[in-house]
Every structure is written in C-alpha cells, then in structure tokens.
C-alpha cells in the first residue's frame, strides 16, 4: 500500500493532517493527536490560541 492510499486524520492542536502507522494499527480509531507534543499541548493556551482581532483596537 503507498502511503498516498493510507487514511489520513487531522489534529485538532496543530490542524496539520497526519497518516496511519503501522504502530497505531490496533487503534487507530482512538488516535486523535499526531505526536506526544500536541497530546501534551492539547489543553495549553499556546501559539495557536486565538489572537485579538487587529480590528479590535481600544485607541
């Protein structure tokens, strides 16, 4: 199988997609993260939290 045929997720900490391995065969289905980091960070405020619209601005 070529890894262009291999099902694909999104992670839901970075957005970026990520493909299956074969280490998350037997559960698949409950992989959400794409690395230990974004499973680290999924609950942290980091550089993906949501800016202050530039619109917003108190002058």
């Known amino acids: 199988m070529k890894k262009r045929d291999l ?3 999104t992670c839901p900490v ?4 990520f ?3 074969k280490k998350w065969a037997e559960n698949w289905h409950d992989v959400k993260y794409c690395s230990n980091r974004c499973r ?3 609950n ?6 949501a800016a202050p619209s530039p619109n ?3 002058t």
């Open 56 to 58: 917003n601005s108190h």
């Open 19 to 21: 493909s299956w391995r």
């Open 14 to 17: 970075c957005h970026r997609p």
């Open 7 to 9: 099902p694909t997720k």
């Open 40 to 42: 680290r960070e999924k």
């Open 44 to 49: 942290s405020p980091g550089k993906n939290a």
